[in-house]
């Protein structure tokens, strides 16, 4: 079954019995730090609030441990990761959103993609329902928000259907109101949506386009009644009470790591701020809301091996939280706080009490610095793999300044090629969860167990 004809048959038979299962919550937001593995949530507790200071997410009551291989791949990418969490059925890598059967590579290795448009053929597999999609069906409010591109993997995973994560027009098109390939479980429509990505919304026509075709699609929000906002200035502006459907893009592709935002005072908004004008808007519908709130440039930063960064980013991800926190009542809403995959970044060595964690390691028994078998010394944080190409004097960190903006740690599988190369970890991933329905987040279990925990919170 094509993609076209089988999105017609998921919104056909999209009829969702509310009364199936007592709602516990009637708002779910579902924060996905991408790649946020436990290392990372420990070094960025103690680059923010030191050894025995606490996230904000770190005070949700309910805890799990999340196993997150894919059907084909011990290590997962974010597609099927994230899309295991949001249809409950696990998928290969690579994936978005679609039947187990589903290839996202031909016979010959080829992806069936080409320019980020899909070249899915018929047969390969079909859609699969999502939370996001079974909220609209039971007349929620909906919404996604990411600091990475609208389209790409996680925030797709809760929209589109798509055999291969790299058609980003094509997802594109899924979510745009009047398209040709629009995805009618959608109804009216994804009613908040904020991130990056405004190239794959242009028609191919203008400069700043990566479309292959004359398909206008901010053109078409603009039309089903969306108020658009392109800058953190406009949305901060942004009134929710005023406003029935809200998209903001504000960079051509990914949105600016959170340290770059700052420092260059760049005119993009935070994701606490998004989250806050996404919960505005969605809130006044009387049946509830689903919102999907992504870090994803967390994931993007350990690419590089560039931890401060990353670190920096899953800060910015729990300022959200806690404005989530805020904003919500906790007796009708359930929190949800996981990644999707770990990282291969270590915690090394044994650094006194008090080190900074982007620093050299200093011993704790007298405050030296520790060298390993070579007479150098080495960092707390180290990547098991990259490329993180360096300056010969970066050989010997002595005189390295290692808590800079853009130092790159140390790696032991070295890749060739640019950073951006370390590779995903294959460990658990840990969950918070806290209010409406959050008592079964406890324990250790799949990814695709989360689905099923979501949907009965929410009675669907």
Same mark, same amino acid.
């Given at each position: 079954?094509?993609? !076209? &004809? ?10 969702? $019995? ?11 937001? *579902? *924060? %996905?730090?991408?790649?946020? =593995? ?21 005070? !949700?009551?309910?805890? $799990? ?33 679609? &039947? ?37 069906? $039971?007349? /929620? ?36 109101? +009047? ?16 991130? +990056?990505?405004?190239?794959?919304? %242009?028609?191919? &026509? ?37 406003? =029935? ?10 949105? &600016? ?22 919960? =505005? ?6 049946? =509830? ?32 939280? /806690? ?7 906790? /007796? ?13 970044? +270590? ?93 079964? *987040?406890? +324990?250790?279990?799949?990814?695709? /167990? ?11």
């Amino acid at each position: 079954m094509c993609v !076209l &004809s089988a999105l017609s048959v998921l919104a056909a038979g999209n009829a969702v $019995a509310v009364d199936a299962v007592a709602a516990k919550a009637k708002n779910v937001i *579902f *924060f %996905l730090g991408d790649g946020m =593995g436990p290392v990372t949530v420990t070094a960025a507790r103690i680059y923010g609030h030191g050894e025995d200071g606490r996230l904000t997410m770190e005070t !949700l009551t309910r805890t $799990a441990r999340i196993k997150t291989f894919s059907l084909d791949a011990q290590t997962t990418d974010s597609a099927p990761s994230m899309a295991a969490y949001m249809t409950g059925v696990k998928m290969k890598n690579d994936v978005i959103s679609m &039947s187990s059967d589903t290839n996202a590579y031909d016979a010959n290795g080829k992806p069936y993609r080409n320019n980020a448009d899909s070249t899915c053929v018929s047969g390969n597999g079909q859609p699969v329902q999502t939370l996001l999609e079974l909220s609209k069906a $039971a007349g /929620k409010a909906v919404g996604a928000v990411s600091t990475t591109r609208i389209s790409h993997a996680t925030p797709a995973a809760t929209y589109a259907h798509v055999c291969n994560r790299g058609a980003y027009n094509t997802i594109t098109e899924q979510v745009t109101p +009047g398209a040709p390939r629009y995805n009618t479980a959608l109804k009216d429509g994804v009613d908040v949506l904020l991130g +990056g990505g405004l190239r794959h919304f %242009l028609p191919k &026509s203008n400069p700043a386009s990566m479309r292959n075709d004359n398909l206008d699609p901010l053109s078409m929000f603009k039309a089903a009644g969306y108020t658009y906002v392109a800058t953190g200035t406009e949305l901060r502006n942004v009134n929710p009470a005023s406003v =029935g459907k809200l998209l903001g893009l504000f960079t051509a592709s990914d949105m &600016s790591y959170e340290l770059d935002r700052v420092k260059k005072k760049l005119d993009q908004p935070s994701l606490a701020e998004m989250t806050e004008k996404a919960i =505005g808007v969605l809130k006044k519908n009387p049946n =509830g809301y689903f919102l999907m709130v992504e870090g994803g440039r967390i994931d993007h930063a350990l690419h590089r091996t560039n931890a401060k960064r990353a670190l920096e980013d899953t800060l910015a991800f729990d300022a959200a939280i /806690k404005k989530a926190l805020e904003l919500v009542d906790l /007796k009708d809403t359930l929190i949800v706080v996981t990644a999707d995959h770990d990282h291969a970044m +270590g915690f090394n060595g044994y650094p006194k009490r008090g080190n900074p964690i982007l620093g050299k390691v200093t011993n704790y028994q007298d405050g030296k610095l520790a060298l390993a078998a070579d007479g150098k010394p080495y960092t707390t944080l180290v990547f098991g793999n990259g490329s993180a190409p360096r300056r010969p004097e970066d050989a010997d960190l002595t005189n390295v300044d290692t808590e800079g903006d853009d130092y790159l740690q140390q790696v032991g599988v070295r890749f060739a090629g640019s950073p951006g190369s370390e590779t995903h970890g294959g460990g658990d991933v840990m969950l918070f969860s806290a209010g409406a329905g959050s008592d079964s *987040f406890k +324990g250790a279990f799949e990814n695709i /167990k989360v689905f099923g925990k979501v949907k009965n919170a929410l009675g669907l």
